[in-house]
């Protein structure tokens, strides 16, 4: 077995694919990486039927091997069964893959292109899933500025550390921002608004100081904190696009199709919107507190192990 690294790449039919697969080739040279395109095929009824386009789309990804040879990367055609948000992410922990590249568009009608594919990939996803925006140029330059989403959860804690470690790896300008969240459902008189409003400045003050010590702790010394208030996806893309960010990261939670439709999607919102192309890192246990620094004594927690927090019931 060989012992380089592995970069998978989701393949279809669209007029993307070869971009898509020349920017995961780059990273790949960057790396000393191979490629793996994987093109997924779908159950028709009780049979498995191969899409029109296969045999071309086979034939254009193997015009792409000499020139991937020639910088020192192996590109492999896989082809498997399934549904792409399942079968993928199976298939990457089979083979220890390192990453997945996936076009922003991957897997979505002609008619209707969306992310619909990919955000559901990248939340299943057992590694890293980058996701690529159209217009993004084909040949992947290392990141020279990072936005890192950071709120209360450990998914962000990990994202942190992962935008922390590929700032360090190539000294890269790391901004890390975080949304601060007003209490919901709640009705406030005039002078409960007024105190709340007065109070903002010194909460966002502490928030600043725990991300400065937090990106220390990582190795990130020089990183710069953003605390704002509104909604966080905005506010992701809004911080990205300001300082000319080469790359977003964020660290996911699993969550069903009927609970992104209830409470809504951060991921969802950056992906549409983002020009950069977007690091998610999946994390099973995302959704668990992360740090009991920014909280209120009123709150009630109980005890805090390795940095996380239990609430009181």
């Known amino acids: 077995m060989s012992k380089r690294s592995l970069i998978i790449v989701p393949v279809d039919g669209s007029q993307e694919t070869e971009h898509i697969v020349r920017y995961a080739l780059s990273i790949a040279k960057q790396r ?15 049979l498995w039927f191969a899409p029109e386009n296969e045999k071309s789309l086979r034939t254009r990804l193997r015009a792409l091997r000499p020139a991937a040879a020639r910088e020192g990367v192996f590109l492999r055609i896989v082809t498997l069964r399934g549904t792409p948000e399942r079968v993928i992410p199976a298939y990457a922990q089979l083979v220890a893959a390192s990453l997945v590249v996936v076009g922003y568009h991957y897997g979505s009608s002609r008619l209707w292109r969306n992310s619909s594919v990919s955000r559901r990939l990248s939340r299943s996803s057992p590694v890293p899933v980058l996701v690529v925006p159209a217009g993004v140029d084909a040949e992947a330059q290392p990141p020279g500025r990072i936005v890192a989403a950071v709120d209360l959860t450990v998914a962000s804690a990990i994202a942190l550390r992962t935008a922390a470690e590929l700032s360090k790896q190539h000294g890269a300008q790391l901004t890390l921002l975080h949304a601060m969240e007003l209490p919901e459902h709640m009705v406030f008189s005039g002078g409960e608004a007024w105190r709340l409003v007065q109070r903002l400045p010194a909460d966002a003050e502490l928030r600043s100081e725990v991300l400065k010590r937090t990106a220390r702790a990582h190795g990130a010394p020089n990183a710069e904190p953003v605390v704002a208030t509104g909604d966080a996806h905005r506010l992701i893309v809004e911080t990205a696009t300001e300082s000319a960010a080469d790359l977003i990261v964020m660290g996911v939670a699993p969550r069903s199709w009927m609970d992104e439709m209830v409470s809504g999607s951060t991921l969802r919102g950056v992906l549409r919107h983002a020009t950069s ?33 239990q609430r009181a019931a």
């Open 32 to 46: 000393g990486a191979d490629v793996h395109a994987v093109q997924v095929v779908r159950r028709n009824g009780a």
């Open 277 to 309: 192309p977007v690091l998610v890192v999946p994390v099973v246990a995302g959704d668990y507190d992360w740090v009991d620094e920014f909280q209120d004594d009123s709150i009630g927690t109980t005890s805090t192990t390795d940095g996380m927090t």
